[in-house]
């Protein structure tokens, strides 16, 4: 199986901030990542695949880049909704695995 | 727009059986994989099953494996999940999601399944 990990585990960031978070895959996977949104007693919310191409409806301020082992999402300039938890997740071999998640809480 | 509603999910003990429904609308649900996703309490997701448009083919978490059993109802835009031998790691709740190149582009709301005596 493949691995997903992603730090930070948690990060506390204020409105406005750029945050960048990380996922690193055990083997490569070239580009099937995705990057999803969780706020709580949601479902997951699709924002990212193929590693950086952006869903339809998705803000601009969202970003993904990477390939092989290691790729980022970046969030350019924080806005009140964007805290919640975020997950990678790899579309390369089954079984599809997720990242751990990260928990973007405001400071 | 694209819909998906679970049903089914509930307290059920050790040992014994679920089976989960999705009903689809919005989009031609014969024309897409379908999968169940997983996220036990306070943890991270975790895929669980998925099958192709016309029901044909599976594929199953290892861990899975002789206990789930995924399937379809084309006629009735229902994507179902058969759970048996459910055990307390089981509880979790229950997504269904259509299939993007296997990612996960549309989720319904989950249906909480809990395994306890």
């Known amino acids: 199986d493949i691995q997903m990990t992603q730090s930070p585990s948690s990060v506390s960031a204020s409105v406005g901030d750029r945050v960048t978070i990380t996922c690193r895959a055990s083997q490569g996977i070239s580009s099937w990542l995705a990057w999803y949104q969780q706020k709580p007693g949601k479902a997951p919310k699709f924002l990212i695949y193929a590693a950086s191409s952006l869903q339809s409806g998705v803000p601009s301020r969202f970003s993904g880049s990477g390939s092989g082992t290691d790729f980022t999402l970046t969030i350019s300039s924080l806005q009140p909704e964007d805290f919640a938890t975020y997950y990678c997740q790899q579309a390369s071999s089954f079984p599809l695995t997720f990242g751990q998640g990260t928990r973007l809480e405001i400071k | 727009e694209v819909q998906l509603v679970e049903s089914g999910g509930g307290l059920v003990q050790p040992g014994g059986s679920l089976r989960l429904s999705c009903a689809a609308s919005g989009f031609t649900f014969n024309s897409y994989w379908m999968h169940w996703v997983r996220q036990a309490p306070g943890k991270g997701l975790v895929w669980v099953s998925r099958i192709n448009g016309d029901g044909t083919r599976t594929t199953y978490a290892d861990s899975l494996k002789g206990r789930f059993t995924i399937s379809r109802d084309n006629a009735k835009n229902t994507l179902h999940l058969q759970m048996n031998s459910l055990r307390a790691e089981d509880t979790a709740v229950y997504y269904c999601?259509?299939?993007?190149?296997?990612?996960?582009?549309?989720w319904g709301q989950g249906t909480l399944v809990t395994v306890s005596s």
């Open positions: 999601a259509r299939d993007r190149g296997n990612w996960f582009e549309s």
